[in-house]
């Protein structure tokens, strides 16, 4: 194949067959074609775009470029979630939970954190003997037993997405919406479920900040998810502000605890029973998606989530009793408070500054080598139209590293917008696509 050929091609706006973006893919992985073709590439397809055709080939040429999971040997309707992420986004550890007491069979690969805070792996992590690793038969044995079972992402899934990944980052051409598609698609067709549920991010604090984006992505997914043979349905949900109160890694496990126990966050709580109502659906255990968020609500209500929790926490080797003892976890040694300045009304929250905070306090990763402190985050006291008092707590910032805490805090301080007038808080849950 020749790429110079296929680089004109694109920069002139001219599609490309499926066979060459498999063979553009197949030799890239492989080490035939130097990055630096794949770079021009890559800048052309973000001048001139993908066509809704090449962006399916491309999808599937990742999809098929390492390994890909078979589940067939799991009993039901496999269901996966996926959030494009957020500041705050612990819904995982609520929605797999739920979903899982409601019969639907939950076989989940999920990725560690780079950026704000650590991933879901690294959340479990903070969970005392708890295993992100198993073998594949134990794997798809804990799911049939006990209903769900979430570890790492294999190294060898889509590797053609990581390989393409990391030349986008160093290239600026990571926002485009064919290459997002298509790399958010490609890992979770491979990791093989029946059905997928996105949780598409919108507002400052996420990748597509404007509503219009957002639903372009969750259009452009769901059809993708479909062209496959997957059942695929998205909800656009907001992330002008921080999801519940926690950011971090423990504080964030805890707090999903805490909504399984019924104590949790409005808009986490909210989200949850949306997004498990519909995997419920999906997975053929209600008639409808109300049907389903009835059931999540009894699941939750009942604490059938929240045994469902414990049963998953002790079969990947954790100890269950963190759900009574929040102590087991990793402990913080510092905190430090940061006071409203003056009196009003909370008229937003500067979401990424909110993470960029976190991320100093030793909760998330600069760089895919750092060390993650567990037991570091912030608590966001005030959300949007919140009424403040001058000198009231808008938060509290965690970990073991004072001067790493103080400069979080200097940040988290220009996070906050207060306005003299009050304002209304932001719909959690925005469009629902693909039902």
């Known amino acids: 194949m020749n790429m110079v050929t296929l680089i004109e091609k694109k920069k002139r706006g001219i599609v490309l067959s499926d066979e060459e973006i498999k063979e553009l893919i197949k030799g890239f992985v492989k080490g035939e074609i130097p990055d630096y073709q794949v770079s021009a590439l890559l800048m052309a397809i973000f001048f001139k775009g993908l066509s809704k055709e090449e962006t399916f080939a491309l999808t599937d040429a990742m999809r098929y470029s390492g390994d ?21 986004d612990k819904t995982t550890l609520v929605v797999a939970p739920l979903a899982a007491a409601c019969g639907v069979p939950i076989a989940k690969m999920s990725g560690r954190g780079l950026g704000f805070t650590g991933g879901t792996v690294d959340k479990m992590e903070s969970i005392p003997g708890f ?70 991010k919108c507002g400052a604090g996420a990748f597509m900040e404007k509503l219009d984006e957002a639903v372009e992505l969750a259009k452009m997914m769901v059809e993708i998810g479909s062209n496959a043979g997957r059942r695929t349905v ?8 921080p999801l519940g109160v926690a950011v971090g890694n423990s504080i964030e496990v805890i707090e999903a605890i805490e909504t399984l126990k019924g104590n949790g966050p409005e808009d986490i709580t909210k989200l949850a029973l949306k ?48 759900i ?38 030793g909760a998330g990763r600069a760089t895919k080598d ?47 917008v207060i306005s003299d007038e009050p304002c209304e808080s932001p719909q959690i849950i925005k469009e629902i696509i693909g039902l």
């Open 68 to 88: 890909t999971i078979d589940l067939s040997s799991i009993n039901g309707i496999k269901v996966d979630k996926h959030s494009t992420g957020g500041v705050g």
């Open 131 to 200: 295993r992100t690793s198993m073998e594949a038969e134990e794997f798809l044995n804990q799911v049939n037993k006990i209903g769900m079972a979430v570890i790492g992402q294999s190294e060898n899934i889509t590797p053609a997405d990581k390989k393409l990944y990391a030349l986008r980052d160093v290239t600026s051409t990571v926002d485009n919406l064919g290459l997002i598609s298509s790399s958010i698609m490609s890992k979770k067709l491979a990791a093989g479920s029946d059905a997928i549920v996105l949780d598409v």
């Open 234 to 241: 998205a909800a656009i949900t907001d992330m002008g502000q």
């Open 275 to 322: 997004l498990s109502g519909i995997m419920v659906y999906l997975g053929g255990k209600a008639s409808s998606p109300e049907e389903g968020q009835n059931m999540t609500r009894t699941a939750l209500e009942s604490g059938r989530g929240l045994a469902k929790l414990g049963e998953f926490i002790e079969a990947q080797g954790g100890d269950s009793a963190v």
């Open 324 to 361: 009574q003892d929040y102590s087991l976890f990793p402990q913080h040694t510092i905190e430090m408070e940061l006071k409203s300045p003056k009196a009003g009304y909370i008229k937003a929250i500067e979401t990424k500054r909110i993470g960029y905070a976190s991320l100093y306090t």
């Open 370 to 416: 750092d060390i993650l402190d567990l037991s570091a985050g912030i608590k966001i006291w005030k959300k949007i139209a919140d009424k403040v008092d001058e000198g009231q707590t808008l938060a509290v910032l965690y970990g073991n590293d004072e001067s790493k805490v103080a400069k979080a805090l200097s940040i988290a301080q220009e996070a906050f």
